[in-house]
């Protein structure tokens, strides 16, 4: 019999047999049970019929293969892979299972204060409840037992793990809710406690502000008076400009002003050391006014003055000086509307409160059209002027019932500073520069006869002279 050259052989017949024996392995694999004890597959003997299938056929027909575990279906890249996965979803699981203990634990601390029973129960429960769980994860990795379906338990765990965070977040959200609660009510705990001192404040800087408030012996002569009882009236009369002057920039500011522009205005090119010494250039303004022609008798330049002799000039001005003092401004205005101190009051009102600054305090002119009728108007910012305007005229008073009379003086601006003429009100301009200048006059100065009242100066640095 001739041999069967390789070349005879069809492909159709090549891939009938390879298909053949294909579907012979996998059904071995697949583990099919036999029918009464006999496999169901063809006979492996070759009938003469099929004398047209080769010899390649019936030996694939022949050899039946052996059953095979899954390591050796998928091979071992396929393993590990599907290890790696089964142990990415066990860790999975176990974060998500952390996270819900963390939550809570934190759910539990927060129903401690304040004491919330039910919540500190359900939370205690709940972390139990983990804590079994992770045990049992523990015994599953120590005896590689993984889950075989690992993307819907890394899906889960993920879930999870969300749904602990949110609920922290939102444990934390209340928490910080509570504590906004708590720093509201300090804040108006302290915003009352603060209006609470500025009355008291306000309640003493008008009991110091009185007439009574003014420290001086009542049985003082005129042939007893000294530079000391001059300086008490001066410090009273300081007290009172700055206390009105903090009410003019309180008016400023809630008509809308703006301050550092009135300021620079006021003494232009000066350098403050601090924001707050912009205060300094409105006193020097009110001073400035307060004090203008303060070295004429009543203010005013008249011939007639001179013609008064020495000693008549000063018993007229001390027994002005004890006739107001003991009286509260408001009340020798309305008794007496005529007199000197009055006719001061007017002048001085007009000078130092602009037309723009009231209009802007009270929406019109009303106040200084009541004065210019010879009246008085009834309010409170009227009533710190003429406190303050009834200081400066005691001083004034006070200061021509010496003989002879006080002097008054400012220092230039960019002078170099003195101690025997000058007060510094900013400790700061000798600690930033070497040789301080001064950049105004903030409270004159006064001379009686040989003893020297310092001015209160507000210092610059030197370079800013000019």
């Known amino acids: ?40 597959v063809k006979d492996n003997t070759v009938k003469p019929k099929d004398k047209f299938k080769d010899d390649h056929q019936a030996a694939a027909v022949a050899i039946k293969p052996p059953k095979v575990s ?22 999975a699981k176990l974060f998500a299972s952390i996270s819900t203990v963390k939550a809570s634990y934190v759910q539990l601390q927060h129903a401690q204060s ?37 993307e819907k338990t890394m899906v889960s765990a993920e879930i999870q793990e969300l749904k602990s965070l949110l609920k922290t977040y939102e444990i934390m959200g209340k928490k910080l809710e509570s504590q906004l609660k708590l720093k509201d009510s300090e804040i108006i705990f302290l915003k009352e406690k603060l209006e609470e001192s500025n009355k008291q404040n306000k309640a003493l800087e008008k009991r110091m502000n ?29 007290k009172s400009i700055r206390s009105f002057v903090r009410l003019m920039i309180d008016e400023l500011k809630s008509a809308g002003w703006d301050i550092d522009a009135a300021a620079n205005s006021i003494q232009p090119n000066v350098v403050y050391y601090r924001a707050d010494h912009k205060c300094f250039a409105f006193e020097s303004f009110v001073c400035r ?39 509260k401004a408001k009340e020798f205005l309305s008794r007496k509307p005529k007199s000197s101190f009055a006719k001061f009051c007017r002048a001085k009102y007009c000078q130092v409160i602009h037309t723009k600054m009231e209009s802007a305090f009270f929406g019109d002119l009303s106040q200084r059209n ?11 910012f009227f009533s710190s002027f003429a406190d303050m305007a009834k200081r400066v005229w005691l001083l004034h008073c006070l200061a021509f019932s010496f003989d002879p009379e006080a002097s008054i003086f400012q220092v230039n601006k960019g002078s170099r500073f003195s101690e025997v003429y000058m007060e510094s009100v900013a400790e700061e301009a000798f600690l930033n ?7 105004f006059t903030i409270v004159p100065g006064f001379r009686i006869g040989k003893t020297v009242l310092q001015c209160l100066v507000y210092l610059s640095p030197a370079r800013n002279e000019s």
């Open 289 to 327: 006014e307060m004090f203008d022609a303060f070295h004429y008798p009543n203010y005013s330049p008249a011939k007639q003055h001179q013609q008064q002799q020495q000693q008549q000039r000063q018993q007229l001005f001390f027994q002005r000086f004890n006739e107001l003092k003991p009286v």
């Open 370 to 380: 009541v004065i210019n009728s010879g009246e008085f108007p009834d309010s409170a």
């Open 114 to 150: 304040p004491y919330d029973a039910d919540g500190i129960q359900s939370a205690d429960q709940l972390v139990v409840s983990e804590l079994k769980l992770l045990s049992e994860l523990k015994q599953c990795y120590l005896k590689k037992q993984f889950d075989f379906s690992p």
């Open 1 to 40: 019999m001739e041999s069967v050259k390789p070349s005879a052989v069809t492909p159709a017949k090549s891939r009938l047999a390879r298909t053949f024996a294909k579907v012979l392995h996998i059904r071995a694999v697949t583990g099919v049970a036999p029918v009464d004890g006999v496999d169901k």
């Open 70 to 91: 899954w390591s050796q279906l998928f091979g071992k890249e396929d393993t590990e892979l599907e290890y790696r996965i089964s142990l990415e979803a066990f860790l």
């Open 210 to 238: 009185q007439s009574g408030q003014l420290v001086m012996p009542d049985n003082v002569h005129l042939s007893g008076l000294s530079p000391s009882h001059f300086n008490t009236v001066l410090r009273h009369t300081v």
């Open 433 to 439: 520069s070497a040789e301080p200048r001064v950049g």
